[in-house]
């Protein structure tokens, strides 16, 4: 069975290749998409209804990444565009959620230990210790809410 996180890694692996050439030009998309179809302000204004100093906001506010999602929108509708909305993981979402569940099982099972330490209880050896947090880890992940809880 494919996890939904599986699932998304997938797709993300696809779209981490365009991340690079889709880099947000430093004037913004707006304006470059603007001047390469050789629109002025005012005519850009005059399909979003607005002004034409709204648009010079409006493409500063984009290049300042403080533009709304809705103005955006319009924009890009405005201009014959689309617009594509995406968060991608900076790594695969198999990794963070490998990495969380290894540092709370580490966490956990050390909490355990020093309190059996102090019991003076025997401290589990290495082949164990292994084990035990490769239990807690899978137990972790049947239920990875858990996962986020800070301790």
């Known amino acids: 069975m494919v996890t939904p996180y599986e699932q998304l890694d997938r797709r993300f692996d696809e779209l981490r290749r365009l991340t690079d050439a889709a880099a947000r030009p430093s004037r913004g998309w707006v304006h470059a998409i603007r001047e390469a179809l050789g629109m002025t302000t005012g005519q850009l204004a005059k399909r979003l209804r607005v002004q034409q100093p709204r648009v010079i906001e409006l493409e500063r506010g984009e290049a300042n990444g403080k533009i709304t999602m809705q103005t955006l929108e319009r924009a890009a509708e405005a201009l014959g565009c689309r617009l594509v909305y995406v968060l991608i993981p900076t790594e695969r979402l198999a ?7 290894r540092l709370m099982a580490e966490r956990y099972l050390s909490a355990v230990e020093h309190s059996m330490r102090l019991e003076g209880q025997e401290v589990s050896n290495k082949a164990q210790r292994k084990e035990s947090l490769r239990k807690l880890m899978g137990e972790l992940l049947r239920r990875p809410a858990r996962l986020w809880d800070e301790l």
């Open 95 to 101: 990794d963070t959620l490998e990495s969380r569940t």
